[in-house]
C-alpha cells in the first residue's frame, strides 16, 4: 500500500462500517466524525462541507443497482463526488475501468485505500472541480452520482458535467433522495438533450442525521440519464 495511503492512519481517527449490498457487506474505513473536520477557512472560501466523510444511503442503494447490472469487462465509469467509494468499488466488481472523482484530496485517498481493500485494485483517482472541468477527463460510458444535489447551483453544474462526460450510447445513472437541487437538475439535463427514467425506487433509514430507531425515511430514486436520439 502507497505511503499516502498508510498514512490516513496517522492524520485521522479511524472508524470501520460494514455496508450491505446486495446481501454482502463491504467493509468502509472512513474518518470516525465528519464534524470534526469542518473547516471554517474552507467553508468560507467556497462553502465546502466534508460531506465526503460518511456513508450516505444514496451510496448504497446506487452500489447495490450496480451489482445487479450485467458485468461490463473494459467499459469505463466516472464517479462524480466519489466519498468513501463505496459506488466505485461497486463499479470495480462490475467490470469496469472507474476514474473516481471528488473535490476532497483526502476523500480521494479513502476510495483508493478502501476499493485496494474491497477488489485488491486502486481505481484511477482524480480532484476534479466541476465548475472547471478538466479537458482531458474525457468520456464515459457510464457517470455515477449518489447524493450530489444537495445545493441548488449544482442542478446545472451537475448536468453539465454529465453532458460533457457522457460517451455515445452512455447511461448516467443517479441516486437522490429529494434534495432541493433534484427538479431543477432534471430540467437542466433536458435542456441538454438528457432523458432521464427512474429505474429504482426504495425507502431508507437517513444516516446519519437520523439517529438509529428513528422514523426519518427518505424515498431514494435512481434516475438513468441517455442522450436523446436525433
Same mark, same amino acid.
Given at each position: 500500500?502507497?505511503?499516502?495511503? *498508510? ?6 481517527? +479511524?472508524?470501520? &462500517?460494514?455496508? +450491505? &449490498? ?15 473536520? +469542518?473547516? /471554517? ?16 444511503? $444514496? ?7 450496480? %451489482? *445487479? ?7 469505463? %465509469?466516472? /464517479? ?7 459506488? *466505485? +468499488?461497486? $463499479?470495480? !466488481? $462490475?467490470?469496469?475501468?472507474? #476514474?473516481?472523482?471528488? @473535490? ?6 479513502? *476510495? ?11 481505481? %484511477? ?13 474525457? #468520456?464515459?460510458?457510464? &457517470? ?5 444535489? @444537495?445545493?441548488?447551483? @449544482?442542478?446545472?453544474?451537475? $448536468?453539465?458535467?454529465?453532458? !460533457?462526460?457522457?460517451?455515445?450510447g452512455g447511461v448516467a445513472l443517479v441516486a437522490d433522495q429529494g434534495r432541493v437541487a433534484l427538479a431543477a437538475f432534471l430540467e437542466a439535463a433536458a435542456a441538454l438533450g438528457l432523458r432521464h427514467a427512474v429505474v429504482r425506487q426504495e425507502r431508507r433509514r437517513v444516516v446519519p442525521a437520523a439517529p438509529e430507531g428513528s422514523e426519518a425515511h427518505h424515498q431514494l430514486t435512481?434516475?438513468?440519464? !441517455? !442522450?436523446?436520439?436525433?
Amino acid at each position: 500500500m502507497r505511503a499516502e495511503l *498508510t498514512d490516513l492512519d496517522r492524520r485521522f481517527v +479511524i472508524a470501520r &462500517v460494514d455496508a +450491505i &449490498v446486495s446481501g454482502a457487506a463491504v467493509a468502509i474505513e472512513k474518518p470516525r466524525n465528519a464534524d470534526d473536520l +469542518i473547516s /471554517e477557512a474552507e467553508y468560507a472560501r467556497d462553502e465546502r462541507l466534508p460531506y465526503w466523510a460518511d456513508l450516505w444511503p $444514496a451510496a448504497v442503494v446506487l452500489s447495490e443497482h450496480i %451489482a *445487479t447490472m450485467p458485468a461490463t469487462v473494459g467499459a469505463r %465509469a466516472l /464517479e462524480l463526488g466519489c466519498g468513501l467509494g463505496l459506488v *466505485t +468499488i461497486a $463499479a470495480m !466488481r $462490475a467490470g469496469y475501468a472507474v #476514474t473516481a472523482t471528488d @473535490y476532497y484530496d483526502d476523500a480521494l485517498l479513502f *476510495t483508493a485505500r478502501n476499493a485496494l481493500t474491497a477488489t485488491g485494485q486502486e481505481p %484511477a483517482t482524480r480532484m476534479v472541480d466541476w465548475r472547471a472541468l478538466p479537458e482531458d477527463l474525457g #468520456t464515459f460510458d457510464l &457517470v455515477l452520482a449518489a447524493d450530489v444535489l @444537495y445545493e441548488r447551483p @449544482y442542478a446545472a453544474i451537475v $448536468a453539465g458535467v454529465i453532458d !460533457r462526460a457522457l460517451a455515445p450510447g452512455g447511461v448516467a445513472l443517479v441516486a437522490d433522495q429529494g434534495r432541493v437541487a433534484l427538479a431543477a437538475f432534471l430540467e437542466a439535463a433536458a435542456a441538454l438533450g438528457l432523458r432521464h427514467a427512474v429505474v429504482r425506487q426504495e425507502r431508507r433509514r437517513v444516516v446519519p442525521a437520523a439517529p438509529e430507531g428513528s422514523e426519518a425515511h427518505h424515498q431514494l430514486t435512481i434516475y438513468a440519464l !441517455r !442522450r436523446e436520439a436525433r
